[in-house]
């Protein structure tokens, strides 16, 4: 079984950056590929970004592109993402887990609040 723990959310102003980091315990997480996802309040959850660790290829939602990047340290099975240029819209909880999700992988996010 794999436990996922995120961290690194906060509130920061329009513009400015923050780091997410993704730590994976228990099988080996660099078996799936891995995503990042939010929740926006009164939203359903959708896909940010997405790294296959075979090749490192990376793959992004249309609305973060150009200005989140996602990239994992597998020696220390974890997954970051980086976020810069943040906007309010960008005010979620992020999660991460394998690409398709699996049910059983969901924590308990991490808060990201972007506001003046």
């Known amino acids: 079984q794999v436990q996922l723990v995120e961290s690194g959310g906060g509130l920061v102003q329009p513009g400015a950056s923050l780091r997410l980091s993704c730590a994976a315990s228990g099988r080996t997480f660099s078996r799936y590929s891995t995503g990042w996802f939010r929740q926006a309040p009164g939203k359903e959850r959708e896909f940010v970004a997405a790294?296959?660790?075979?090749?490192?290829?990376?793959r992004y939602a249309y609305s973060v592109k150009g200005r989140f990047a996602i990239f994992g340290d597998n020696a220390k099975n974890t997954v970051y993402l980086q976020m810069n240029s943040l906007k309010p819209e960008d005010t979620a909880v992020y999660y991460c887990?394998?690409?398709?999700?699996?049910?059983?992988?969901w924590g308990q996010g991490t808060q990201v609040t972007v506001s003046s």
């Open positions: 790294i296959r660790w075979a090749d490192g290829n990376t």
């Open positions: 887990n394998a690409v398709p999700p699996v049910y059983d992988f």
